[in-house]
């Protein structure tokens, strides 16, 4: 059913129907979660991760061959080095990580919280709420710092829709509007998801500093890219079908 929230003109044109039949609501954006116990300098961008002094330390939080996360910073790689939106960017970000498996800095092992603490992977490519509520949970034990990369800031987003067939549509649309709100959107930032209307709510200086100390630098995320639906798509295939032949790790 569609149907336009007050705050719609605040929702990026990328992440909603034009229509009103769905839109973004949340999104996370893929960080490096990093063990500064072990890792002295973290990286700052991509290409950072090919230095020596990250052998053995990269990780992704998934196989690329069958997590979308995983995929997806495969395709945020490709984006850094220029590709374009898509299979090219999938393509390129193929050969980024089969360069860092060939220097010896890629680490086959899904990453998590206990990989990251326990220096098996010391740095790990993943969701920076997941990060940033690893790096809460771990308390310290060790230090983790979360950066998003200064190019490839690439955001999965979560959608809201109202169902056609809802039976009491004006309630949904109350509760979209709850949602869509100042308030509701800062319920997803408390557990560090990015609201739609971040930039927005930035702006206007209605989010608690409390909150914004707590995550990576605002401006960071003010590139971030929204990729279509279809731009997925082929992104997938290119990581997938490619990833054995051009980076040959089996990650697991």
């Known amino acids: 059913m569609p149907y336009k929230v007050s705050t719609w003109d605040t929702i990026p044109d990328e992440a909603k129907d034009p229509e009103g039949h769905w839109y973004g609501d949340y999104y996370g954006v893929l960080s490096f979660a990093v063990n500064t116990d072990l890792v002295e300098t973290p990286p700052a961008d991509w290409e950072d991760l090919l230095k020596p002094e990250y052998a053995n330390a990269v ?4 196989d690329p061959r069958a997590s979308n996360q995983a995929m997806l910073g495969v395709y945020a790689a490709g ?3 220029g590709g374009a939106a898509g299979a090219d960017a999938g393509q390129k ?3 980024f990580f089969a360069e860092l498996n060939g220097a010896g800095n ?4 899904i990453g998590k919280a206990g990989t990251l603490a326990q220096g098996a992977t010391p740095i790990v ?12 949970t771990l308390a310290g034990n060790p230090p983790v710092e979360v950066v998003v990369p200064a190019s490839g800031v690439v955001a999965g987003v979560y959608v809201q829709a109202i169902s056609a067939y ?9 509760w979209m509007e709850h949602l869509y709100s100042d308030e509701g959107q800062l319920g997803w930032l408390e557990g560090y998801c990015h609201p739609i209307r971040f930039n927005d709510m930035v702006e206007r200086g209605v989010i608690p500093q409390e909150l914004l100390d707590a995550l990576p630098p605002a401006e960071a995320y003010e590139t971030a890219v929204f990729p279509t639906l279809e731009e997925q798509e082929a992104a997938n295939e290119a990581v997938t079908s490619g990833w054995d032949s051009v980076v040959g790790a089996n990650v697991q």
């Open 59 to 62: 990780a992704l939080a998934g």
């Open 125 to 136: 490519v993943w969701w920076d709420y997941n990060a940033l509520s690893g790096r809460d």
């Open 166 to 174: 809802a039976p009491h549509p004006n309630a949904a649309k109350l």
């Open 106 to 109: 890629f680490v086959p092992v």
């Open 93 to 95: 970000g193929l050969e």
């Open 79 to 81: 984006l850094a080095r």
